[in-house]
């Protein structure tokens, strides 16, 4: 639960600055998108409260309190603060959170919004600097037999259950030139599907201030 909502609260920040600090009723919609999330999960606002709550103690996540004439509490990631990340670093670390282990291929292919990178060995340069830090967040699990790379993974939930990973790791797909190209098909129509349910959310939510007034 707190790596969902610490995601979405870090990929939000990027694609939505306009919404960004999140209302409770934005980030809960963000945490349950049905794109660019795998799993795909049922947050209650009741959970992702208590998540940025449990994160605020070790500095992950911060509440903003409504100022003057504003009405809701809001709430913001501190990562970037508290470990000291690079904009390109946070990006794969946000696309891991959201999205669970992934192949530098498919991480390059998915941050396109997130942050440009210009070449695979850009994104491996970000990894392996998350990798070797003295607190490491990322880790290179073992290459799962039929799979032509290994896959990255986040430490930020606990200790890595690799046996279970690798059975939950989707089949692989021949023809590499034709699958790279078709994910970065999928990931644009994924964030184009992401930005519109956002905009919808801010929307509802601009029209439910405007009513209640």
């Not at 790279?180 to 959310?201: C, G, I, K, M, P």
Request: with cysteine.
């Amino acid at each position: 639960m707190q790596v969902r909502v610490l995601g979405a609260l870090m990929e939000k920040q990027v694609l939505t600055p306009d919404v960004y600090p999140m209302t409770l009723n934005g980030l809960v919609t963000a945490c349950n998108q049905s794109s660019s999330r795998e799993p795909v999960m049922r947050v209650e606002p009741a959970e992702a409260e208590q998540a940025v709550l449990d994160m605020k103690a070790i500095k992950l996540t911060r509440v903003v309190h409504p100022g003057s004439g504003e009405r809701a509490t809001k709430y913001r990631h501190i990562v970037d603060e508290t470990l000291g990340l690079e904009p390109a670093e946070q990006a794969v670390l946000t696309l891991l959170l959201l999205r669970g282990p992934q192949t530098v291929a498919e991480l390059r292919a998915r941050s396109e919004r997130l942050h440009t990178f210009a070449s695979s060995a850009e994104v491996e340069l970000a990894l392996r600097a998350l990798a070797t830090r003295d607190d490491a967040l990322v880790t290179l699990l073992e290459r799962i037999p039929g799979h032509k790379e290994a896959r990255w993974a986040h430490l930020l939930g606990g200790p890595i259950d690799a046996q279970a990973l690798a059975v939950a790791a989707p089949a692989p797909v021949q023809g590499p030139g034709r699958i790279e190209a078709l994910e970065q098909r999928l990931a644009a129509l994924e964030s184009a599907y992401a930005q519109l349910t956002a905009d919808f959310a801010a929307l509802r939510e601009a029209l439910g201030d405007l009513l209640a007034d």
